[in-house]
């Protein structure tokens, strides 16, 4: 098993989050979850974890304008992989405009779901190293 994750999830699916959290947890890594944009994006500004996970559709505020605020005040790059039920070609595109790291569609595999969490919070080391 590799290192623990400290993982937001933004999702307003009660099941979704419940079955994530099982997910994350099983794997070892710990899982904070907001049902909502405007309270995701307050945790993520308060507590930048190693990878936001951030649903598409939200109820207040949606994951891509939670996506640009993130861009736009957090004091370090997050790492968001954004989740959606959508999968046009257009809802890809609006997602990496607004700072999307990584796509992933809903339903999607669990086990894809940790591995780019991983990757994307490796990536992102890999790099604060060689700004060392
Ligand atoms: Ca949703």
């Known amino acids: 098993m590799g290192e623990s994750l400290r993982v937001l ?10 079955g994530l959290a099982a997910l994350f947890e099983a794997a070892g890594h710990r899982a904070d979850f907001a049902a909502d944009g405007r309270s995701g994006l307050a945790l993520a500004l ?21 996506c640009k605020a993130v861009r736009e005040r957090a004091d ?20 990496f405009g607004a700072g999307a790291d990584d796509y992933l569609v809903k339903p ?7 591995a780019r969490c991983t990757a994307l919070s490796q990536r992102h080391r890999v790099g604060r190293e060689h700004l060392l």
Do not use: N
């Open 9 to 18: 999830i933004v999702e307003d699916e009660l099941a979704l989050r419940q």
């Open 108 to 114: 999607f595999a669990g086990a894809e779901l940790l």
């Open 46 to 66: 308060e507590d930048p974890p190693d990878v936001l996970v951030l649903d598409l559709g939200l109820p207040g505020l949606d994951g891509l304008s939670v």
């Open 76 to 95: 370090r790059h997050v790492p968001v992989l954004m989740l959606t039920a959508r999968d046009a070609l257009d809802d890809k595109l609006r997602g």
